[in-house]
């Protein structure tokens, strides 16, 4: 029979986790061994909401060895009793949790190896959120004490704050990723609108300019095309590609299509890729490969008065998915 005083060594034992672990899958797999003396537990498995709350996804879990394999990341559909303890915000007894993962259309396959358990579905939140549901799977049929019942349900807010910690330090790490991000964007284009300001060169200002935006992007690949007043035609103006094995020496000039100048009166940006390459004239297109170009990110140069040109920018040796996120 647990005394009161197991109850609280394992609360106690319980917070120390939850304090000491790095995350929060391993303060689930301190949960069970720490639960030993109050009620053998089969397994844990948090249950996250998703997708606008209509659904749970399998966050994490801690299982006995012969625990039906569920994969993290499986979904369920938040409905019926599920939902019920979300909303309610009260746990539900599960006698049977084969014949309960019949009524879930998703897990009904893992019934037949569950055997005889019984479980606890808790819900997870704090003041702020609700997060789902937390089941506690037992190897015996029958209920806990009301004693037992109201530790798991403090062990269960120990996960849901322990949770909520996690997300929001994850939140603020990505914050300030995109923070970094901003700032690097914004230095950029700061060094650019200088070179502007002090290059009184043409070619010194697109020098400057090519190293800064490598600085930023990591391209291996910069160059200027400008619009030929006289003619339909992009004439190379700098090019920046010092690995280059000169291949590009000869793509000086591309005749503008109807749906190039629509493209630059729009100013919309493109992204060729290794087909779109093929599409080009036969000079252009076999001189790019020879570079072992995979892709080219082509912005407008536009002012008030109508397009100038383009700015031409790749990673030359990445794989094309690669030079797609960076340019």
Not at 74 to 95: D, K, N, T, W, Y
Not at 226 to 249: E, H, Y
Request: with cysteine.
């Amino acid at each position: 029979m647990t005394t009161n005083a197991d109850r609280y060594r394992t609360l106690l034992n319980v917070s120390g986790a939850v304090a000491g672990e790095p995350s929060v899958e391993a303060i689930l797999c301190s949960l069970r061994p720490l639960l030993a003396n109050i009620s053998a537990l089969h397994g844990a498995d948090l249950f996250l909401l998703d997708d606008g709350d209509k659904t749970l996804q399998l966050f994490a879990f801690d299982r006995a060895p012969d625990a039906p394999k569920i994969p993290a990341g499986i979904q369920i559909a938040c409905l019926g009793p599920v939902a019920q303890i979300i909303e309610a915000q009260q746990p539900r007894f599960v006698s049977d949790v084969a014949q309960e993962l019949m009524n879930i259309p998703e897990l009904a396959s893992f019934a037949s190896v569950v055997g005889a358990r019984s479980s606890y579905w808790f819900p997870v939140s704090t003041s702020r959120k609700k997060y789902g549901i937390l089941a506690f799977t037992r190897l015996q049929t029958g209920e806990v004490s009301p004693e037992d019942l109201e530790l798991m349900a403090t062990l269960t807010a120990h996960v849901a704050v322990a949770l909520e910690i996690a997300l929001t330090r994850d939140r603020a790490e990505l914050y300030q990723r995109e923070l970094a991000k901003e700032h690097d964007r914004l230095r950029v284009l700061l060094e650019v609108n200088n070179h502007v300001v002090t290059k009184l060169d043409t070619i010194e200002l697109f020098r400057a300019a090519s190293a800064s935006i490598r600085s930023y992007c990591h391209n291996d690949f910069t160059g200027f095309w400008f619009i030929d007043k006289n003619s339909s035609r992009l004439d190379l103006a700098f090019l920046d590609f010092p690995g280059s094995r000169g291949f590009l020496a000869d793509v000086t000039v591309h005749e503008l299509s109807s749906s190039d100048r629509e493209k630059l009166r729009a100013h919309r940006s493109d992204l060729l890729s290794v087909r779109d390459i093929e599409k080009l004239p036969a000079l252009i297109a076999e001189n790019l490969k020879a570079e072992s170009i995979a892709a080219v990110a082509i912005t407008p140069l536009t002012t008030a008065s109508g397009p100038l040109g383009v700015i031409a920018s790749v990673d030359a040796r990445a794989s094309l998915g690669s030079a797609s996120r960076r340019t």
